[in-house]
């Protein structure tokens, strides 16, 4: 007899969405249990013999692990679903590919390196707040360069909310007549956090590109391109996560 599990556990597993989006979704209506929705966040199914569907779509559980990274061109969104209309990074990928959903998000604006997968524990432990997950962006500002920005942001900086961030490396990379460029290192995901640290020194941010995710690097992906990561790269993956990587 298979042992009944948590409905979105399944739905993580699954490669559907993380536990908390799988939530979500249960929430909303759009998870079926053997026909019927199920709405109860402790409902359990049996992988072995409960038909599970999200969207009217039938989730193996079985399915092949995928691991991918996307160059997000700006003027995209993360979501599956846009009130909008606005065009999405799913749209992007290659067409056939299973369902596979981002670890984590890149605001509409903001380009560069996205990953994606429908593993659903790696992409829960790597988006867990204890892991710290080192993310690397290049911020181009308008004016000159500020001495005071490298000194400040790796203190972390309070936020018009209250908060505080975690320090955050920075360092000039260049400038130019007008503008200049800082990389810096996120170890935390706090919304707008770019933005909002540079709004405490009233600058502007007139681009954002993420070029590194952990151990993943952007590289030379031509803009709104997809490439599978190597072997290497997912097993470094893992090891940031704290997962050991099963064969399947």
Known sequence: MTDKIRLQKFLSH?????????????????VKV????VTELGTRVDPA??????????VQSD???LYFVMNKPPKTVC??????????????????????????????????????????????????PENAIARIYQVK????????????????????????????PTELLRTTRTNCWYEMILTEGKNRQIHRMCETLRRNVLKLKRVRYGPILLGDLPLGQTRALNTGEINALFRDAGLKRSRR
């Open 141 to 168: 500002l308008q004016g000159g360069a500020d001495p005071r920005i490298p000194d400040r942001f790796a203190q972390g900086v309070r936020l018009e909310d209250g908060t505080k961030t975690r320090p955050t």
């Open 63 to 65: 399915a092949e692990p």
């Open 49 to 58: 013999n409960d038909k599970v569907q999200v969207d009217e779509q039938r």
């Open 34 to 37: 053997n026909g019927k929705i």
């Open 79 to 128: 979501t599956e679903h846009d009130p909008q209309g606005r065009k999405k990074v799913i749209d992007l990928l290659p067409p056939k590919l299973p369902r596979v959903f981002t670890v984590g998000r890149l605001d509409y604006h903001t380009e560069g390196l996205l990953v994606f997968t429908n593993d659903g524990e790696l992409a829960q432990a790597l988006m867990h």
């Open 14 to 30: 699954a490669g559907i969405a993380s536990r908390r989006s799988a939530e979500k979704l249960m929430a909303a209506g759009r």
